[in-house]
């Protein structure tokens, strides 16, 4: 069965810090480049961060570059979001996904599917 299960969100205040942690299961990890995503009540999908199989190349959302940090660690299953210096603006729900397309999607527009991989979202409320 796969699973990705994310943790870490809640409430913080500006310019504070989480760390998001999407662990999965049931599917070959390491050969999935992963992505974050988060929307916000009243708005569309937003990708923040996409890493490559291997972790050794990340892209942002202008919004959250020089901010947000993704990384991954392929023996754990793990994929992690670091946020710092988070804003009010960043509040959402925030999900991790494993794209399933073949070939596999441009990492840097992918809008992501209903056929990929997706965890059930973790909320993160940035407020003071």
Known sequence: Q???VESG???VEPGGSLRL???ASGFPFS????IWYRQAPGKERELVAAITTTGSLA???DS???????SRDNGKNTLYLQMDKLKPE????YYCNAPRTDPPPDLTAYGGSPSDYWGQGTQVTVSS
């Not at 050969?31 to 992963?34: K, R, T, V």
Request: with cysteine; hydrophobic share 45%; net charge positive.
């Open 2 to 4: 796969v699973q990705l």
């Open 9 to 11: 969100g809640g409430l």
């Open 21 to 23: 942690s999407c662990t």
């Open 31 to 34: 050969m999935y480049a992963m």
């Open 59 to 61: 892209h942002y959302a």
């Open 64 to 70: 959250v570059k020089g901010r947000f940090t993704v």
């Open 90 to 93: 960043d509040t959402a729900v």
